[in-house]
DNA sequence: GGAATAGTGTCTGTTAGACACTATCCC
DNA sequence: GGGATAGTGTCTAACAGACACTATTCC
């Protein structure tokens, strides 16, 4: 296929010849800290958009990031120190006047995990913090205060119909707990049988042993089954 | 917000002193063609993977695209002559392998048409071809063949619960059409009853007047009401 | 026993599938 | 009437919401 004359052309190559985008990945991360659904959020250091507060992200290393999602999962890494999240692409948003330094695009993904406490990089400029969806800070960087939107519609989207939440518990979990997650998310409350007798007929949960609480009968634990992570009802 | 040194900055600002990936946009593009969904593929005309069969896409044009939507647009009109097309982002994928020129992403655009025949360019060597997503060529260009599975899976999830398979039909329609396309799009049959049920308890499609055809008892016509071309069911 | 939380039984209304039925055209 | 296609009536099974009920713990 690589006859004499691709090589020759492959070897001529020079992006630089050509006027490119700015390309970024950037996360959406999510935890439930204190029964609010909060994001994780980066009070910028550098321009543009100096001080003011962020989604973590940046620029795709070329050399250190071999896919977004890896690249993703860097930054997600270094906020936080978690390796596996539940990572999900949410979409793209590019155009020539999100970034006063040129035309940029920027691939959003979002992230759910189980709440803990940020990674305060050296630089004392920086700052990171949860922050509820409920009471953003005004005069967000760029567009990430519409990215965050759009990236907690779709997970209330998915929420209706997956199994998502149970990616914002800590292991093991109980269904009263599950059933919370599920609520903060939804910002509505659910019926409990409806709830578990749907959970029970997908058999997803495997159960573990008891926990006692400080109030009322034990909960019975429970993890989800290896690979029914992704689970969708009626999928 | 902009004080004296960011000012300084972006005047300063080069991208060229970094090393930034190639950003294109790709388009698979639907219509039903004699009861066959089918893509519109491009035999490239150049490197790399020259006169191998591609989905239409390209570099975004920094000047000429205001935004990702745009280029797509863009080439969608350039290959079918459609300016108003269902247009819906499927993702991006990025990665250092998928293009041998180096670092690559590409945001990938599906769109659903009525069938129209395609526009083949002046320049000789370039082609452009509806083919069945069932028999698609071997050997594609980049990874293309793997984000018309992507795209199609995306459209198939889809169709069972919305009213999506609309957009690949002709204005007006009978209900029979509409059926038939979307079991063409799910390649399996629908149960009438349910279908137009469903439909009518959605209240999204509106009478025009009548047809008649070759055989049987003559079809109603029918067309989406002003602002459901977006509608799922249960949402 | 009482408070608190976990977990279940069961009625009811809504919806999807199945399929036989009627309606309206052409010949 | 017969072929062909459009459109409807209706039974049934599956499932979700509602809510009262039982179960198990601590005090």
């Known amino acids: 296929m690589t006859d004499r004359s691709e090589a020759d052309y492959l070897r001529s190559y020079d992006i630089k010849r050509y006027d490119t985008p700015l ?33 973590p992200g940046g620029f795709i290393d070329l ?17 936080t120190g978690i390796d596996s999240p539940y990572l999900e692409q949410w979409g793209t948003v590019g155009n020539a006047t999100r970034d006063p330094r040129g035309w940029s695009m920027t691939c959003v993904y979002f992230a759910l995990i ?65 059933q919370r997650a599920n609520e903060i998310v939804l910002g509505r409350t659910l019926e409990k049988k409806s709830f578990r007798r749907r959970l029970l007929a997908a058999d997803v949960l495997e159960e573990i042993g008891e926990r006692r609480e400080g109030m009322g009968r034990p909960a019975a634990l429970y993890q989800i089954k290896a690979g029914y992570e992704g689970f969708v009802f009626g999928g």
């Not at 050399?63 to 906020?79: M, P």
């Not at 998915?158 to 149970?166: D, H, N």
Request: proline fraction near 7%; hydrophobic fraction near 45%; charge should be neutral.
């Open 23 to 55: 390309a970024s990945v950037d996360n959406v991360i999510f935890a439930i800290r204190e029964s609010w659904l909060s994001v994780l959020l980066v009070k910028r250091a550098d321009f543009p958009y100096k001080g003011h507060w962020s989604i």
């Open 63 to 79: 050399k250190g990031d071999a896919s977004l999602e890896d690249c993703a999962l860097r930054t997600l890494r270094a906020k």
């Open 114 to 178: 189980p709440w803990v406490e940020p990674i305060q990089p050296k630089a004392g400029s920086e700052q990171v913090a949860w922050v509820p969806v409920d009471s953003l800070p005004e005069g967000m960087a760029f567009d990430h205060a519409d990215l965050i939107q759009l990236a907690l519609t779709r997970l209330r989207a998915k929420a209706t119909y997956s199994i998502l939440p149970v990616h914002l518990l800590h292991n093991p979990f109980t269904l009263t707990e599950f």
